[in-house]
């Protein structure tokens, strides 16, 4: 997780799935909440969507989550491209 907290880490309770976790963090505690609750939406969504227990849940909320990871690394990128090309352009077309 990122986010990070000065001072070390900490430990933080969470539930996900009905399990209770205790996770180590060097994050801040609502940052690791938030995180903890999307994993469980995400948990909640698969189980319905899949039925198939938890770790088919888990495995399906990974999936979705890792695919909006991957979409959105792909906005940043092109949007990176864009900027950097206006740049140029406003630069005169020289570059570095």
Do not use: F, N, P
């Amino acid at each position: 997780m990122s986010q990070s907290r000065a001072g070390g880490r900490r430990v933080v309770r969470v539930r996900i799935a009905g399990e209770e976790y205790k996770l180590r963090t060097e994050a801040d505690r609502e940052y690791t909440i938030r995180c903890a609750e999307l994993v469980d939406e995400r948990m909640r969504e698969a189980d319905e969507q899949a039925d198939a227990g938890t770790r088919a849940a888990a495995v399906i909320a990974a999936l979705s989550l890792a695919s909006d990871l991957l979409e959105q690394r792909e906005r940043v990128s092109t949007d990176a491209e864009r900027l950097a090309a206006r740049l140029r352009s406003a630069l005169g077309g020289k570059s570095d």
